[in-house]
């Protein structure tokens, strides 16, 4: 089957009909420019991405999060490239015309630079991702990034609390708080924007510290955590939704989608227990002659 070629030469799937309405996906440098704060959501599967293009979000991504929201782990750590990309087709499918970040798991990008290269070739050329994301600004991950944005991989930096080095920054904690973190913090994010990241993601930072870097930076900051200033917000779709068990002080919940859901569960198995489900109007008919035949 014969499929359109896209920008770095990637393949996917024509945007279906509703996803044209909706108008074209935004370039890299329309999102380095827009005027207004951007709006990026996590989604992790097809009814997720669908509905982040259909509400109008900027960008979706695909955040391994996913380890922990949708798979059951304790962390982020457990999650494979192989997981990367079986969410990351889903969401694609479902939105299109989106601007799409796919997470490089752990262990994807920290084993050398030939292995980096290669799964985020995959998340770009398998998986459909316009940009990847990864979490850190050692010389290592500095050296990957500007690997990857020199050769056409538009690369998305995240810094301040990040998940994959959980055990190493003393647990999923307020970062920056002290000066000496916070310094690190503002020299990374500076770094990370010399090393070719188009954008940064600032997780768990003090509200005033992520103005400051806002501030400093010509690449947008996307905020969870880190207050109002920056450029942009990202929330994950289970916490804004309702849909993960405890609600978390970085994330306002627009809906209770959770408690919605264990309440029409609890109906759907009253109705079957008491025989209301299905009715009539649930049912099939066939005409009596063709049924008279069977007895
Ligand atoms: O994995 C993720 O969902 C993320 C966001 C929290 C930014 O990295």
Request: proline share 7%.
């Amino acid at each position: 089957m014969s499929r359109p070629l896209y920008p770095f030469g990637y393949t996917f799937s024509p945007p279906s009909p509703d996803a044209r309405l909706l108008g074209v996906k935004l370039t890299l440098p329309q999102l380095q420019s827009n005027p207004q704060p951007l709006v990026m959501v996590t989604a992790y599967d097809y009814p997720a991405g669908r509905q982040a293009q259909a509400a109008g979000v900027d960008v979706v991504l695909v955040g391994d999060s996913l380890g922990n929201v949708v798979l059951g782990y304790d962390s982020t750590a457990p999650v494979t490239l192989g997981d990367m990309l079986h969410h990351a087709r889903a969401v694609r499918r479902g939105a299109p015309a989106t601007f799409m970040v796919v997470d490089m798991p752990f262990g994807s990008y920290h084993m050398g630079l030939e292995m980096a290269q290669k799964s985020a070739v995959a998340l770009v050329q398998e998986g459909g991702a316009d940009a990847v994301k990864l979490e850190g600004a050692s010389p290592e991950i500095l050296e990957v990034m500007r690997v990857l944005s020199r050769n056409g991989i538009p690369v998305v930096a995240h810094l301040g609390l990040t998940p994959q080095t959980e055990i190493a920054l003393g647990g999923l904690k307020v970062q920056g708080r002290d000066e000496a973190s916070a310094k690190l913090i503002l020299d990374q994010a500076q770094a990370v924007q010399d090393a070719g990241a188009f954008m940064v993601v600032l997780e768990v930072i003090p509200a005033r510290l992520a103005r400051l870097i806002t501030d400093r930076l010509h690449i947008p900051t996307i905020g969870i955590g880190a207050g109002p200033h920056c450029k942009g917000q990202v929330l994950v779709y289970h916490d804004l939704l309702g849909l993960s068990d405890t609600p978390k002080k970085i994330a306002k919940r627009y809906a209770e989608l959770g408690q919605q859901s264990v309440s029409a569960l609890q109906s759907y198995t009253q109705e079957v227990r008491s025989g209301t489900f299905p009715s009539k109007e649930n049912s099939f008919i066939i005409k009596d002659d063709v049924l008279d035949k069977l007895y």
